[in-house]
Structures are given as structure tokens and as C-alpha cells.
T-cell receptor, first 114, second 115 residues
Framework: AQTVTQSQPEMSVQEAETVTLSCTYD???????LFWYKQPPSRQMILVIR??????QNATENRFSVNFQKAAKSFSLKISDSQLGDAAMYFC???????????FGEGTQLTVNP | ETGVTQSPTHLIKTRGQQVTLRCSSQ?????VSWYQQALGQGPQFIFQ???????GRGNFPPRFSGLQFPNYSSELNVNALELDDSALYLC??????????????FGEGSWLTVV
């Protein structure tokens, strides 16, 4: 069974600074998807960024980028120029290519200090 | 705005009762999944429905059941409620076989408190 581990229960960053959230996963599959979701206090799960495992190039969405290390099964999220609105719980998630089931990590609570 | 709507947003039930939660999926999406998110934890997969059939189930007992209707909306039913069932229940919709790359959209969830 696939597992996703987020080893940082809490992180904090100063506004305008850069922060990296860590995620590792375990799977025997060679092709899959990885995601970072943001969950603000409203509890709406919002997709931040996604990575296809067959792509070597790291995904980037504006201030959000990932460092995908397939051999190490590592998938970290970098947030540049942090903004107050980035404060939320962040979840790393895994999905097989053939299905729609997501396996989530335990989450990292990000605080952005003004 | 994801187009996935859930109801009710909050409810309180007594231990032993039954509850039904509802989800309207995004237009064109034929797959609905349900997740349970306990406080301070990541969401856990309950089950998934595709074209009105259960298409995968997580580690949840049979008292958790569901339905998907021809319009792809869905219900989650929980019988014999226990205190540990208190959680946020998230509905997610996607389009299996579509060209969207199976992007999954979540609703805002239903908060269930069992007392």
C-alpha cells in the first residue's frame, strides 16, 4: 500500500521569505501523480500544484515549485515570496495513474509572520 | 469555486443514530469519492463511485455506505454512529477517462459531530 509522510507538523516563515515543506512517499508503482493541496481555515481543499512521475522537469506554478526526486521518493514544495494568504495546512498527496483515490500525508501547518 | 457542493455544512447527531450526507459533483464529472478527515489529520479515503457503482473502498466498516445517482450526485450514509465518526467529510469529484488529467475537485465538506 502507498504511504505518504510529512515529517514537519508545523512550519513558520516571514512574509516575503521562502519556505520548503517536505514530503516522502512509498510506492511500488513507476507511474503516478503527486500533489500539494492547501487547506485554509475554511477547510476547502485547494490544489496548489501537481507533478506527473514520468516527467523529470519539476512543476512550477507562479510562486510555488516542487523538487521531485523520484529515486529518493521525495516531493518537497517551495513557496517563494511568502504571503499572509499562504498560511494554511498543506497536504502532500499521491495518486495512481489509473485511479482517482488520493492518499494524503498528515499535513504541515504553515504560519506566515508579518 | 470548484463546482462541488455538499450539504449539510454542519450537523450534530447522537451516538447510534444514522446520517446522510450529500454531494453534487462538478458538471461533467462521473466519479465521486468520499474522505473522512478527523481533526488534525489528513483525509482518509472512504470509497469511490463511478457510474453508480462502488469502485474502490478504504478501510472503513460496512456501516459506511454510499450511493451515486444517474446525475452523478452522491450520498454518504453512516449507520450506528460512534463518537469517533466525528469529523469533516469531504466529497471529491473527477472525470475518469476525461481529458482533464483526472483533476480532482473538492467540496467544502460537511462537519459531523457525534455526541
Amino acid at each position: 500500500a502507498q504511504t505518504v509522510t510529512q515529517s514537519q507538523p508545523e512550519m513558520s516563515v516571514q512574509e516575503a521569505e521562502t519556505v520548503t515543506l517536505s514530503c516522502t512517499y512509498d510506492t511500488s508503482e513507476s507511474d503516478y501523480y503527486l500533489f500539494w493541496y492547501k487547506q485554509p481555515p475554511s477547510r476547502q481543499m485547494i490544489l496548489v500544484i501537481r507533478q506527473e512521475a514520468y516527467k523529470q522537469q519539476n512543476a512550477t506554478e507562479n510562486r510555488f515549485s516542487v523538487n521531485f526526486q523520484k529515486a529518493a521518493k521525495s516531493f518537497s514544495l517551495k513557496i517563494s515570496d511568502s504571503q499572509l494568504g499562504d498560511a494554511a495546512m498543506y497536504f502532500c498527496a499521491y495518486r495512481e495513474t489509473s485511479g482517482s483515490r488520493l492518499t494524503f500525508g498528515e499535513g504541515t501547518q504553515l504560519t506566515v509572520n508579518p | 469555486e470548484t463546482g462541488v457542493t455538499q450539504s449539510p455544512t454542519h450537523l450534530i447527531k447522537t451516538r447510534g443514530q444514522q446520517v446522510t450526507l450529500r454531494c453534487s459533483s462538478q458538471s461533467g464529472h462521473n466519479t465521486v469519492s468520499w474522505y473522512q478527515q478527523a481533526l488534525g489529520q489528513g483525509p482518509q479515503f472512504i470509497f469511490q463511485y463511478y457510474r453508480e457503482e462502488e469502485n474502490g473502498r478504504g478501510n472503513f466498516p460496512p456501516r459506511f455506505s454510499g450511493l451515486q445517482f444517474p446525475n452523478y450526485s452522491s450520498e454518504l450514509n453512516v449507520n450506528a454512529l460512534e463518537l469517533d465518526d466525528s469529523a469533516l467529510y469531504l466529497c471529491a469529484s473527477s472525470s475518469k477517462g476525461g481529458t482533464s488529467g483526472n483533476t480532482i475537485y473538492f467540496g467544502e465538506g460537511s462537519w459531523l459531530t457525534v455526541v
